[in-house]
């Protein structure tokens, strides 16, 4: 049945209310009309499904970018700290670098700390509460 990979990875990937409102009417559209469709319809009918995923995509991490704001001064300490842990350690390890490769270097170790801390403390997926 057309569509099916498409529920099965956003249901991964973007929250249970996005693909509810968003993503799901779009797959019903492109099961519904594929079939007895030519080639032109059914090619409208997943680019239909691929922007509803993009922007269901883009909605949900805007959300959870905006629920993180205010942990911004937190997240940005974690990262400064990791990165200078591990800067401290190439330092030691890499003598008589100059200025401008150390500072590159911390450059790249401050932009790898501060994606991985993300990675950790990104909020949760939203759940839908289970009816009893």
């Known amino acids: 049945m057309p569509g099916t990979w498409f529920a099965t990875f956003a249901r991964r990937v973007i929250h249970a209310e996005t693909f509810e409102f968003v993503v799901a009417p779009a797959i019903a559209d492109l099961q519904f009309e594929a079939s007895g469709a030519g080639y032109l319809e059914k090619t409208r009918g997943y680019l239909g499904v691929w922007m509803a995923l993009w922007g269901a995509l883009c909605s949900d991490v805007g ?61 949760t997926r939203r759940l839908r509460a289970l009816a009893p």
Do not use: H
């Open 63 to 123: 959300g959870d970018a905006r629920v993180m704001c205010a942990d911004t001064g937190i997240l940005a300490g974690l990262a400064f700290m990791q990165a200078s842990y591990y800067a401290g350690m190439l330092m030691l390890a890499l003598e008589g670098l100059t200025i401008t490769r150390a500072l590159m270097i911390l450059l790249g170790l401050l932009t790898v700390s501060l994606i991985v801390t993300l990675f950790c403390f990104w909020p």
